[in-house]
C-alpha cells in the first residue's frame, strides 16, 4: 500500500521536523443506485401481528368467526406459519377494538354484543355525527359533493357485500371530513368497525342497500342546499331505521 509522508515542524525547533505517516487512501466509488429493481419500502411494511389483525378482523367481520366462538391461537398460528407470539399481539390489537375478548380457561373469544349494547352504539352514532355534520355542512365544497356523488354511484353498483359497509363508511366520512374534528370522525369510526358485522347482515337479509342508496341521497342533497337541519334530520332518521332494521333481522335468540 503506498503511504504518505506530511512534514510537521516542531515548535521547539525551526530546523526540527518530525513526520507522520498515513495511509494513501483512495478515492470511493460512487455509490450504486437500486431504484430501478423496484426496491419494497420496507419503513412501511406491516408487521407480522399487523398482517394477522387485518386478516382476522376481515374474518371477524364478515361473519365467518360466530359470536362467542373462540379463536384458537395454536390455529392460527400453523395457519400464517408464525409463532403464538404475533397472533397474540393481533388478538390483543382486536380486543382494544371491541371486536375480541379473552376469558379465563378459553382464551381469545369473538365479542357477543348485546341488543342494549347495540342500542347504545348507535345513540352514541347520533350525538357525534349529528355534531360532525353540523360543523361540516359550512365548509363543504363542490369537490366534497363530486367525491359523494361518485361514491353513492360506486355503492348502487356493487354486488360484493364486503364492499357495501366500507363504501358506506367512505360516504358518511367523505361528509364528516369538512369540520375538520379527525378525533371526532376517528371516533364515529372506531363505533362503525364495531357495528359493521352486523351492518353487512343488514343489508344484505333485507333490503337495505337500496334503502341506504336513498337515504344517502337525501342527505347529500341537503348538505348541498346548505339546510343544516333537514340534513341532521335526515341523518337521524338514517340511523335510527338501520337500528330497527337490524333489530328485526336478529335472532330472537340473543
Known sequence: MPWLISPHQ????????????????????????????????LGNTPSTSEIITRHLRDAIVAGHFAEDEPIRQDDI????????????????????????MFQRNRGAMVT??????LAQMFEVRMLLEDKVLRLAIPNMTEATFARADSICREFIGEDDVGRWAELNWQLHACLYEPAQRPFMVGLIRSVH????????????????K???DHEHREILDACRAGDVERAVKL???HIAGVCQTLFEFLPSSR
Open 10 to 41: 516542531r515548535s521547539t525547533s525551526p530546523q526540527a521536523k518530525s513526520y507522520t505517516i498515513s495511509p494513501n487512501q483512495p478515492e470511493r466509488p460512487a455509490a450504486v443506485t437500486l431504484s430501478k429493481f423496484n426496491l419494497p419500502d
Open 77 to 100: 398460528a400453523r395457519q400464517f406459519n408464525v409463532s403464538k407470539i404475533p397472533v397474540r399481539e393481533a388478538l390483543k390489537r382486536l380486543e382494544a377494538e371491541g371486536l375480541v
Open 112 to 117: 357477543r354484543i348485546s341488543e342494549a349494547e
Open 193 to 208: 368497525d364495531k357495528l359493521e358485522r352486523y351492518l353487512r347482515m343488514q343489508m344484505s337479509l333485507s333490503a337495505g
Open 210 to 212: 337500496e334503502r341506504a
Open 235 to 237: 341523518l337521524d332518521e
